[in-house]
């Protein structure tokens, strides 16, 4: 094991580095049922947030896949499936399936938890900059 891995993994960036990729991913996807507001049959995009980070951290209760070869087909809980997106289906009443108060409130939410983790992330960096530079 190299010195960088353990470095980086014991303070928990690759944890980090998931939280922050599955935030801009979900960013793309609200942005996308925002954009499609007025789009008739629209079907708004999500996922689960927390279980796909809990899958890609490793912290998941079921079984990963074991890839041997670049062909072979990821199963399970393995970290390079793509998260399962849901579907919102429109109402009978409804245009599309985008309610644009709940997006809002979502990409609000969505901005503020990448924000804080990219400043946790930092923190993180700045710690072990001071820790080799014997600060």
Avoid: W
């Avoid at 970290?79 to 399962?84: L, V």
């Avoid at 429109?90 to 924000?115: C, F």
């Amino acid at each position: 094991m190299k010195i960088s891995d353990f470095l980086f993994k014991s303070v928990g960036v690759p944890k980090f580095e998931n939280f922050l990729d599955l935030s801009a991913f979900r960013h793309k996807l609200v942005s996308g049922n925002i954009a499609n507001v007025s789009t008739p049959g629209y079907r708004g995009k999500d996922f689960d947030f927390q279980s796909e980070f809990e899958r890609l951290s490793g912290e998941s209760s079921h079984v990963n896949g074991y890839v041997t070869r670049p062909g072979h087909i990821p199963l399970g809980a393995h970290e390079d499936r793509a998260p399962d997106i849901n579907e919102t289906k429109p109402g009978p009443d409804d245009l599309n399936g985008v309610d644009i108060d709940k997006e809002v409130a979502r990409m609000a939410q969505n901005e503020l938890h990448y924000t804080i983790a990219a400043r946790l992330l930092q923190k993180k960096f700045t710690g072990l900059r001071q820790a080799i530079q014997g600060k």
